[in-house]
């Protein structure tokens, strides 16, 4: 039995008290992967942001709004974890200022810098003990492949899932799961309850069972 | 019977074709309110955002993703209606600039510049006709009153109701109902099924009953 993180859903990063930069992602997959991973008998902590599916009850969900709490909520964690699931789709740029009122409307231009936040599955991949794993998920519009091999070698990923935009908030998906350096081990398609079920399937048979 | 029109549920405004800027309107109240109008017999159109909760089944709901899509369809069905309630949250900015491919992470900031969406109901309540009513929906967090009794009367509205940004996406809220041209006419608090029948009942009473 293996302990095992997933981070799951979006996360905010609220411009003033009302408005935030996000993205549609829905936590199906993440729900889909933990119900896989809980019928294999294994033992599963979700860090989530805001969605309203349903988790496994019994999964442990740990709610955080905002990239910066889900990395402190999975660094927290991913010690006592035997691996990691990054299927989240954290928010990726964060205002340079939050604004404590609401922005009110005066005709003019709205000028917002971003930076960017820190990489969830980066931080996990570079600081991970050799008996650790990590798979990531990557979403790329342009280039794909390309970048997705690149994606997990910079985060020193194990595994990669490689979905396309249509993904998001979609009851269904494709995807194709990539080894280092650059191997294609499966492409698969179907609804996000079967494909969690097969990508688990293939993360404990690779990942998990060859682990003494 | 009146034919009433109700905007529900947020809008978003993509920057790319994965992120977007929105808010955490959930559709809630709209749903309660549709609920309250159909038990009383009303006829009920529904122009909403996406929204995870689902509208009675007797709505006629029309799907839209943004500002000026929620503005499109409520402009071509408020002439139908005899009123229209207004609680949708559109975001009330558009990026300058939509970019066809997701923007990769570069190490630099990300300025975004934003122009203003067009008011809904301030276009419905400045176009109406003599025998249309209208109620707009303010979440306000300074000044809330003065702000909203501007509102109303900036954009004709013939009832407002104000509340606090803790609001949205809860389960439970704490409302102001304003008539023109800065009379209180209730304040109520408690779960948005029973606030979104209180707040009908006010509309009824007030708007749609005295019409012959």
């Known amino acids: 039995m293996a302990r095992i993180l997933i981070t799951?859903?979006?996360?905010?990063?609220?411009?003033?008290?009302?408005?935030?930069?996000?993205?549609?992602?829905?936590?199906?997959?993440?729900?889909?992967l933990a119900?896989?991973?809980?019928?294999?008998?294994?033992?599963?902590l979700i860090v989530s942001g805001p969605v309203e599916i349903a988790y496994p009850r019994e999964a442990c969900v740990v709610p955080v709004m905002t990239t910066a709490e889900m990395l402190a909520e999975a660094e927290r964690l991913f010690p006592t974890c035997d691996g990691v699931i990054g299927v989240a789709a954290p928010c990726d740029y964060r205002p340079c200022e939050v604004s404590p009122h609401k922005l009110s409307k005066?005709?003019?231009?709205?000028?917002?810098?971003?930076?960017?936040?820190?990489?969830?599955?980066?931080t996990l991949g570079l600081s991970k003990r050799p008996d650790q794993w990590v798979v990531g998920f990557a979403l790329e519009t342009d280039?794909?492949?390309?970048?997705?091999?690149?994606?997990?070698?910079?985060?020193?990923?194990?595994?990669l899932v490689l979905n396309g935009p249509s993904v998001i908030n979609s009851p269904v998906?494709?995807?194709?799961?990539?080894?280092?350096?650059?191997?294609?081990?499966?492409k698969l398609c179907g609804s996000k309850r079967v494909l969690g079920r097969k990508i688990f399937q293939i993360i404990e048979k690779t990942l998990i069972l060859p682990t003494p």
């Open 8 to 32: 799951s859903g979006p996360t905010r990063q609220y411009i003033d008290p009302v408005r935030f930069l996000s993205n549609a992602s829905s936590g199906r997959m993440g729900a889909a």
């Open 35 to 44: 119900t896989a991973a809980l019928r294999a008998g294994h033992e599963v």
């Open 106 to 122: 005066t005709g003019k231009r709205l000028v917002l810098s971003f930076v960017e936040t820190p990489d969830i599955i980066a």
């Open 143 to 159: 280039d794909p492949r390309l970048r997705a091999v690149r994606k997990m070698n910079a985060k020193n990923c194990d595994m």
């Open 173 to 186: 998906a494709e995807v194709e799961i990539l080894r280092r350096p650059d191997v294609t081990v499966a």
